[in-house]
């Protein structure tokens, strides 16, 4: 009778093991599968008017910095209001001076045939701001992220023009200049500038043709995290600089010598990762060295390159694009030759012209229920809503090289609220046939973003609506 019972009990405990583990085997297979169009409400796009940061544990960010949308409710630098519209054109000036940086790689006369002359014209640097220590006692300052630049760069006293919080390195025990003559100098490389009476090593960066910053190259204690202090980090204290915004500066991510991730290399052996919240109204972050541990089966891999060739970006190789599960007809070699741009401060996508027409060819057929508004900017396929309780959204996953298949957040990555009742697709065509494809931040939202340098690849782990 016990010995009955028992075996009764064992079979139970199994078989309510193999239900959970069935379970959870195909509700996974259903994430990972399920390409097919998502029904959402309408009024279930967030309204972006508050902050919920707050909602996170304050342990939440103890090895990690905060990441907070620049134009968002979160932003401390709130004072600028633009409109959406406002926000794509900046985007647009990115993509394009992404495009014109590219362009000059290939042949210098195209570079100066496409730099844009229109005087205002500026390289935003990015949606995603953090807030970094600097010097000895330490001062807190707002900058951008950027994974398209290396040097890290904060405006510094005495300035010719102080817009923003700015560094001073006479008030800081630990700053210190560096040499003209050092080889740390040296590694500037064109962004070394040649000063007739070089005592101190100077930078200048230029981007696009009105944002600039100039200054000295100096070390300095940064403080990442309260655990991840570097104390002799090498960066521009910029004594002229022109900055379209009220950030402090630019903390570079890219892949040359003189960037944060290379710098660090000995403590994050170069791997970090970021995510970006679905929606404005939540914060995300941003994470050096190895810290998905235990999760770290869940995420999916594809090669990433650094091209020394076209040293400032990260490439990864997108293969093709699924709608509603059907591949689209698009050959691989659209993408590809030297790859696409997986960028931090770009918004939206941009493909070569011909995919992109075959992407709205297949997002218009799978939403031609609903009518369309008038586009947007850079967005070109917008739909009027406002008679809509829910909609169907259709799937969008991007195929990259190693089978590694990335479903979109339907809320970002696929359909953009322009306004209550205005929402299009979040993809835009490039202008000439030599531009990049460029992967912009809507697209990689909910997802972590695992930038692992020495191992040669980009991992994706989904991690849920707000990171
Ligand atoms: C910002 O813009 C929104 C929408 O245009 C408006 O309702 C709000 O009052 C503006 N806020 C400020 C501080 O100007
Ligand atoms: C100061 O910065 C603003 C933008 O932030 C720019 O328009 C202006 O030209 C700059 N002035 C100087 C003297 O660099
Ligand atoms: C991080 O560590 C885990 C567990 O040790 C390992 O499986 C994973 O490959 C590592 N990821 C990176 C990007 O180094
Ligand atoms: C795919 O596109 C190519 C080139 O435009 C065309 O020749 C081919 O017929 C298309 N295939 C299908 C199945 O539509
Ligand atoms: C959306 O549709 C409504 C109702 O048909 C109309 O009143 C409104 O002007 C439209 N708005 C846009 C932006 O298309
Ligand atoms: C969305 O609303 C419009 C306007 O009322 C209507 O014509 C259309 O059928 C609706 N679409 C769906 C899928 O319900």
């Known amino acids: 009778m016990d010995i009955h019972l028992t075996s009764l009990l064992r079979f139970i405990l199994s078989s309510s093991t193999i239900l959970l583990l069935f379970l959870s085997c ?24 508050t902050c919920m940061s707050s909602q996170k544990g304050s342990d939440y960010y103890r090895n990690k910095l905060q990441l907070v949308d620049k134009h968002g409710p979160c932003s401390p630098l709130g004072k600028k209001n ?34 844009p002359t229109k005087a205002g014209y500026s ?6 701001i953090v807030n970094i220590g600097l010097g000895t006692p330490k001062k807190y300052f707002w900058v951008s992220i950027d994974t398209g630049s290396s040097l890290t760069w904060i405006r510094c006293q005495p300035c010719s023009n102080c817009s923003a919080p700015t560094f001073n390195p006479s008030k800081s025990s630990s700053y210190s200049s560096i040499s003209c003559t050092s080889p740390d100098c040296s590694q500037l490389g064109s962004n070394k500038y040649n000063s007739p009476q070089c005592t101190n090593c100077m930078y200048q960066i230029h981007y696009a043709d009105t944002d600039f910053s100039i200054g000295n190259f100096g070390r300095e204690k940064l ?12 960066f521009g204290c910029g004594l002229r600089n022109s900055l379209g915004d009220s950030t402090s500066g630019l903390l570079g991510l890219g892949p040359k010598q003189v960037s944060l991730v290379s710098q660090t290399a000995a403590k994050f052996g170069k791997v970090f990762s970021y995510c970006f919240p679905r929606s404005a109204s939540s914060t995300g972050y941003l994470a050096f060295g190895n810290q998905t541990g235990a999760t770290s089966s869940g995420v999916k891999y594809t090669q990433m390159r650094a091209l020394s060739r076209l040293p400032d970006n990260y490439f990864v190789l997108l293969m093709g694009i699924s709608v509603n599960g059907q591949r689209l007809n698009i050959s691989s070699s659209a993408f590809t030759d030297p790859g696409t741009i997986i960028d931090s401060g ?19 057929r799978a939403m031609s229920n609903y009518p369309s508004a008038p586009p947007t900017r850079t967005l070109d396929t917008c739909y009027n809503l406002s008679r809509n309780r829910t909609v169907n959204v259709p799937a969008i996953t991007l195929h990259f090289e190693g089978g590694t298949d990335i479903q979109l957040d339907p809320f970002s990555g696929v359909l953009f609220k322009i306004s209550a009742v205005q929402y299009c697709l979040a993809f835009a065509p490039n202008r000439d046939l030599v531009d990049q494809t460029i992967i912009g931040n809507l697209q990689q939202r909910t997802y972590e973003v695992i930038y692992d340098v020495p191992r040669g690849r980009l991992g994706f782990r989904a991690v849920g609506v707000n990171c």
């Open 26 to 49: 195909c509700w996974y297979k259903i994430e990972a599968h399920g390409e097919e169009m998502i029904e959402v409400e309408v009024n279930s796009f967030l309204p972006e008017t």
């Open 82 to 115: 633009l409109s959406i519209e406002e926000i794509l054109l900046e985007d647009q000036l990115r993509v394009r001076s992404i495009h014109s940086m590219i362009g000059k790689q290939f042949s210098p006369r195209d570079y100066k045939a496409k730099i």
């Open 123 to 128: 390289l935003k640097t990015g949606n995603f």
């Open 223 to 234: 403080t990442l995290t309260s655990s991840d202090v570097v104390p002799s980090f090498q």
């Open 346 to 364: 770009s918004l939206v996508t941009h493909l070569p012209r011909s995919a992109y027409n075959i992407l709205r060819a297949a997002f218009q």
